[in-house]
């Protein structure tokens, strides 16, 4: 897949696509089928698929822009989402800057400057709660006129809904905030992944027995405080494959750390990760956070949480649900 930050960069091979317009975090299966869409769409079409988002993400340059603080909510980083869609067999992503000057541009000028002339965009697909422009006042229906003048198709896609309710960001969200990865994985297609370098730390698991790979969660929605079950991708370096793992989601109270992040302990693994792209897939919730009475408890607790997740990634993979 190939990615574009601005349409400046656009070869003539890169423009005429059919693409899907959206911010697409968490990729989950109403994403998934906008995508699919779209894909089938440029087939059809003999164009390249694409996608179309923005970054950073709009609702935080706009908290910066009227200097608010917002809780971190990204379900992904641009390198996840981007690992993500290239999975999904997409042509090209084009992750456009959001500033000042594209966030002030009303509907109809974003269309023409931005998706006729600039991207050269040959079919548009949507979600039909799709809003765009200056105050987010163009709607899909708009989009569909503004690019029959401009010489563009558009596709509006019905939301997705599951038995359990519609598929969104925010309730895969709040299930994940409630230490249900499961539910999660349900509404994304996939199990949710943390993705990032390993960076140093104080090296105080290898001191336990239990030497872990650390990672920043800075930006990213914070699921329950806790240790989990993951399934771990080394995505890059001597050791690239996947292993199954334990690890801690938190701060790590017992040394009074206050800054949350990710320690994740890879089963019958040796090996430096130091510097190495990590996905770490969050597969169940065992236990929350805790305080021990010292260091021989707390090592005895990792034991068990070793067992456990053992036990349960060694069964059967539970069918998620699939994509519509």
């Known amino acids: 897949m190939r990615i574009l930050h601005h349409w400046t960069e656009l070869e003539e091979s890169d423009r005429g696509a059919c693409a899907a317009i959206g911010n697409f975090d968490g990729v989950h299966l109403g994403h998934q089928h906008v995508l699919s869409i779209a894909r089938d769409r440029a087939a059809e079409l003999g164009a390249p698929s694409g ?7 709009p609702r935080s340059f706009f908290a910066r822009a009227a200097g608010r603080e917002i809780a971190p909510f990204r379900l992904m980083n641009p390198a996840a989402r981007a690992h993500r869609l290239e999975k999904l067999g997409l042509d090209r992503l084009y ?10 541009l009303e509907a109809e000028a974003f269309a023409a400057e931005v998706l006729a002339r ?16 200056k105050g987010r006042r163009g709607t899909a229906r708009d ?11 558009t596709t509006i896609v019905p939301l997705v809904r599951l038995e359990q309710g519609e598929v969104s960001s925010t309730r895969i969200r709040e299930a994940l905030s409630e230490g249900r990865p499961e539910e999660a994985a349900r509404m994304l297609g996939h199990m949710h992944r943390i993705e990032g370098v390993v960076e140093h730390g104080e090296k105080r698991g290898r001191e336990l027995g239990f030497p872990t790979a650390n990672m920043s ?19 890059d370096g001597p050791h690239a494959g996947s292993h199954s793992g334990v690890a801690s989601l938190g701060v790590r109270p017992m040394f009074g750390e206050n800054r949350p992040n990710l320690e994740t302990y890879l089963l019958d693994f040796e090996g430096d990760l ?3 792209e990590l996905s770490v897939a969050l597969v169940a919730f065992l236990r929350d956070e805790a ?28 069918p998620q649900a699939p994509a519509p």
Do not use: K, N, W
Not at 95 to 104: H, I, M, R, T, V
Not at 124 to 132: K, Q, T
Not at 143 to 153: I, K, Q, S, Y
């Open 118 to 133: 600039g991207l050269g965009l040959r079919h548009a697909v949507v979600g039909e709660d799709f809003c765009f422009g």
């Open 274 to 276: 130091y510097g190495a």
């Open 95 to 104: 992750e456009l800057p959001f500033d000042g000057a594209l966030s002030g």
């Open 217 to 235: 969660l800075e930006g990213l929605h914070l699921p329950r405080f806790g240790v989990y079950a993951v399934r771990v991708d080394v995505l």
């Open 143 to 153: 989009l569909a006129r503004l690019g029959e003048e401009l010489g563009f198709g």
């Open 51 to 57: 996608v179309i988002t923005f970054e950073p993400h």
């Open 291 to 318: 305080r021990f009475d010292g260091v021989a408890e707390l090592v005895a607790q990792m034991g068990r949480d070793t067992e456990r997740a053992r036990t349960i990634l060694a069964a059967p993979a539970a």
